[in-house]
């Protein structure tokens, strides 16, 4: 009797011990298969967590179909994924913001393409094309926005002033991310930080008490006779670059350098008495918006002749300059963006690569500064 009673238990242990391990060996399988899922979306760029979610949302031949995708792998991330959009993350191009598969979302349900989707989000920070989605569709997004350094919060201007104007998509572009199309020194830019490539003119202002980094003296050979200075490493430039002049038998000095705020106030007011209100509005930049008080900007005359423009000197600089780093800053072919009459006396310091590109291209510093140095 108690012999049946073990026999009965024993065969009873032994069937549970494989049920349990059945099931044990199925857990196994079925983590193996999963893990595997996983690491195949991993290898192929997803996150773990996008990874996850693809395999939980039935996705993934569909992904591994598609193969690496950012906008995808932003998307299976996100709380803000809505299967009805799936083939759009997967054709929009990727933009590192927060709220890009939001944005996204709101974009499809305004009417954009999928490629006018991808032109949007390069025209703006996350926060620009929040903004923008939640406003009407827009009539002339390609026309604006094919320019590369268009920008999203701009459009209204961008209409308004080529209504305004008659001018083109390009210029209009340029010019009102230069906010020319605003008065000039009104609603200006204060630029607070001192740098070999700030830009200063009529919108980009600098406080009173800003100063120029290492300000030095230039060596009196090299001067006018008052005393001149500047920004060491434009002065550095100057030197090595009239050295260079000298060694052709041409003679560079420094007329005028760095210029104080308060400087800049006595020069408007001489001028003012002088030749009237006027004169000063249109040639002589205010306080606060005259290069000159960057220290990187000289006035440059020659030893050979009292008017620079009909100096050997000055055509050697325009073919020179730039190979030490400086441009001449009021081209005539640019009086209408820098808004200075022509001045071939005026040159600025801006660092070689910078110069060299100018010198070539043949464009002004403000164009330089759109396509390359604003971050606005
Ligand atoms: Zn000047």
Not at 16 to 45: E, P, R
Not at 60 to 77: C, H, P
Not at 106 to 118: C, F, H, M, P, R
Request: net charge negative; glycine share 6%; aromatic share 14%.
């Amino acid at each position: 009797m108690v012999q049946k009673k073990k026999m009965k238990l024993k065969k009873s242990v032994v069937v549970t011990c494989k049920i349990v391990g059945g099931i044990l060996v199925f857990c196994c399988a079925l983590f193996l298969f999963y893990s595997y899922q996983i690491n195949q979306l991993v290898s192929i760029g997803y996150s773990k967590e996008a990874s996850k979610n693809i395999f939980w949302r039935w996705k993934k031949d569909y992904v591994l179909s598609i193969g690496e995708n950012q906008t995808l792998n932003a998307a299976f991330e996100s709380d803000d994924y809505l299967e009805d959009n799936l083939d759009s993350y997967a054709k929009i191009k990727y933009q590192d913001q927060a709220h890009i598969i939001r944005n996204i979302n709101a974009l499809i349900e305004k009417g954009y393409s999928n490629s006018n989707i991808s032109m949007i989000l390069a025209h703006g920070n996350d926060e620009d094309v929040s903004e923008f989605a939640k406003r009407d569709k827009i009539q002339y997004l390609e026309e604006f926005y094919s320019i590369d350094y268009a920008k999203l919060k701009n459009y209204d201007r961008y209409v308004d002033y080529s209504n305004e104007t008659g001018e083109d998509e390009e210029t209009t572009v340029l010019y009102v991310n230069l906010d020319m199309d605003k008065e000039d020194y009104i609603d200006t830019t204060l630029v607070s930080t001192f740098s070999t490539d700030m830009l200063v003119n009529k919108h980009f202002h600098l406080d009173s008490d800003f100063v120029p980094e290492n300000l030095v003296e230039v060596d009196e050979e090299y001067t006018n006779g008052e005393v001149q200075r500047g920004s060491k490493v434009a002065v550095s430039a100057f030197l090595e670059m009239a050295k260079a002049a000298e060694g052709e038998g041409l003679g560079l000095v420094i007329n005028s350098s760095y210029r104080s705020y308060q400087d800049q106030e006595e020069l408007c007011q001489t001028y003012a008495d002088l030749y009237g209100d006027s004169y000063v509005e249109r040639y002589v930049a205010k306080p606060g918006y005259s290069e000159h008080q960057t220290g990187l900007s000289f006035d440059i005359g020659s030893t050979s002749s009292n008017i620079f423009a009909e100096s050997e000197e000055y055509t050697w600089m325009l073919d020179h300059a730039y190979q030490y780093g400086f441009i001449l800053r009021f081209p005539k072919s640019g009086e209408d963006i820098t808004e200075f009459r022509n001045e071939p006396w005026h040159y600025r310091y801006v660092g070689k690569k910078i110069a060299k590109y100018i010198h070539e291209e043949g464009i002004t510093y403000e164009e330089y500064y759109v396509q390359f140095l604003d971050q606005n």
